[in-house]
């Protein structure tokens, strides 16, 4: 379906007739996207009928996710010598779900950059890289994860930051955790090394407070009634919070 995707628009500028026309279909994303400039080009009505034509055909490539492909450029920030990437788990576009403005997408191919905590898709016809728009993303799901956005307004006297959480237990009481990558470079005899080291914090939300949680004895803190129930379960289960910490908790 990609394959087809990005063969339309080429095979119409094959077909065109007039050399400008061509010039027009060949950058048609890009126009469809914001410019307002190409109908100063063609004036007369039978200029008109093969852009718009094209247009349509555009239209329906696209579908019901037209609304979905649109944002900010988003410009690879990486270098040669950071290893491995900036995405949550692969540096390859991998489908998913997501809900996007009131609207699921179901079969998207993403990529979720865990440094600037952005979700990254590339237009299908043209491969341009863009950002979505944070506050429209209300939650997507990703290689068998499920992320919710936490707003401003849900986090208003909490120290965590407005981003995405990777909701790992769903429920009264919810367990999250938020994956971020930081950058570290450093000059070598060789050149430049660096790399994205990845980091995770776990949090418990009970009654609408959010508990960070690192080890047995934070949970067990943030839960006292079951303090019993879960020692027991822990030796039961012979949980190692030091080897599998997520697991664990």
Request: charged share 25%; aromatic share 12%.
């Amino acid at each position: 379906l990609r394959i087809a995707r990005t063969a339309i628009l080429p095979l119409l500028c094959f077909f065109s007739m007039k050399s400008h026309v061509t010039f027009l279909l060949c950058f048609l994303p890009v126009l469809f996207c914001g410019s307002h400039t190409f109908g100063q080009v063609a004036d007369s009505a039978q200029q008109r009928r093969p852009l718009q034509y094209a247009l349509t055909l555009y239209q329906e490539v696209i579908g019901d996710e037209a609304h979905l492909y649109n944002g900010t450029q988003y410009v690879n920030y990486d270098k040669r010598y950071l290893v491995p990437h900036q995405f949550y788990r692969t540096h390859e576009f991998t489908d998913g779900k997501i809900l996007y403005d009131g609207t699921w997408y179901t079969g998207v191919p993403l990529l979720y950059d865990i440094v600037l905590d952005k979700i990254v898709l590339e237009h299908p016809t043209t491969a341009f890289m863009f950002s979505l728009i944070d506050e429209k993303i209300k939650t997507f799901t990703l290689l068998d994860h499920h992320f919710i956005r936490l707003g401003k307004d849900s986090l208003a006297e909490t120290a965590l930051k407005p981003g995405f959480y990777d909701l790992l237990h769903a429920g009264k009481i919810q367990l999250l955790a938020k994956r971020t990558k930081q950058i570290q470079e450093q000059p070598t005899p060789s050149g430049m090394e660096g790399s994205f080291n990845l980091a995770t914090k776990y949090y418990i939300r009970k009654e609408n407070k959010y508990y960070t949680v690192k080890d047995r004895r934070s949970v067990l803190k943030v839960l006292p009634d079951k303090k019993k129930e879960l020692q027991r379960y822990a030796r039961e289960q012979h949980l190692k919070f030091r080897k599998n910490r997520e697991a664990a908790v």
